[in-house]
């Protein structure tokens, strides 16, 4: 079973910068999508940003196109979401997730295996 632990969140202010990350326990990150996916409070999970085991196929939510950015360390079992320009409404709480195979996917039904998420608060 992989294990998924997320950092990097906090509290910041409109404008600035944050950069969260997700390790993977070792040998099961291996031939596996990764995704980024947040919740706000009374609202849904929803994806933020994807990257295919080979990172050559990433995808971005439309809210965070142009300000996040998705990569990943295979060497070292972890996945990277930098985000610039934060604004309030990117407020919520982010997970990671391990997608069942080596595609990235949009829909939480490719990932069968979740963090427990990490907190990003945007003050005005």
Do not use: H
Request: with cysteine.
């Amino acid at each position: 079973q992989v294990q998924l632990v997320e950092s990097g969140g906090g509290l910041v202010q409109a404008g600035d910068s944050l950069r969260l990350s997700c390790a993977a326990s070792q040998g099961t990150f291996s031939g596996r999508a990764m995704g980024w996916f947040r919740q706000a409070p009374g609202k849904e999970r929803e994806v933020v940003a994807s990257i295919s085991w080979s990172a050559g196929s990433i995808s971005y939510a439309d809210s965070a196109s142009g300000r996040f950015s998705i990569s990943r360390d295979n060497a070292k079992n972890t996945v990277y979401l930098e985000m610039n320009s934060l604004r309030p409404e990117d407020t919520a709480v982010y997970y990671c997730a391990a997608g069942k195979g080596p595609y990235n996917s949009r829909s939480r039904e490719a990932y069968d295996c979740w963090g427990q998420g990490t907190q990003v608060t945007v003050s005005s």
